[in-house]
């Protein structure tokens, strides 16, 4: 398809799209207040939730970094609701069996989500979406370190971890 067929809306999304900037670091993301603030409202998230304590390392214990990851989400119209700033562990550092004993991610099942398709098709049932912000925040983890996250490091924190 040829961007001269666009509608004026989709034309608006596609130059939405191409204009925006997601950061690579966080030294890209300081320079553009509308990450930053979404930097600020992911751990105003983590603080609320009690997910993390800031200590210091037990010995014996290993901590394992994080970073940042940014994405943006889009409304119909093609502006950008909202800025979203996620913190990730490195994972990948850690053995099993020796870091952690288990993994799990809680998803749904497509099988699942057919057969509600399938009844609400059927029934002429309404369907309706959500978001949970936050909602894997509310779970219990095994103890665990993690370095402090890009971005809120100081001097103060230089010797410190999140326990989560």
Do not use: H
């Amino acid at each position: 398809m040829s961007y001269r067929k666009l509608s004026q809306g989709y034309k608006s999304f596609v130059a939405a799209l191409d204009s925006t900037n997601i950061p690579r670091n966080v030294q890209e993301e300081l320079q553009q207040p509308e990450w930053a603030a979404a930097i600020t409202k992911k751990v105003q998230a983590l603080v609320k939730n009690g997910t993390w304590e800031i200590t210091t390392l037990p010995k014996g214990k290993k901590s394992i970094g994080c970073k940042w990851i940014f994405s943006i989400k889009y409304d119909v119209d093609g502006s950008i609701n909202p800025y979203k700033a996620r913190l990730v562990a490195k994972g990948f550092t850690q053995s099993y069996g020796v870091d952690y004993e288990e993994t799990f991610a809680l998803v749904a099942k497509l099988s699942s989500i057919r057969v509600i398709l399938s009844l609400a098709a059927n029934l002429d049932w309404p369907l309706y979406q959500l978001d949970i912000k936050n909602a894997f925040l509310n779970g219990e983890l095994e103890e665990g370190y993690m370095q402090i996250p890009p971005a809120l490091e100081s001097s103060r924190t230089s010797s410190m971890v999140s326990k989560l």
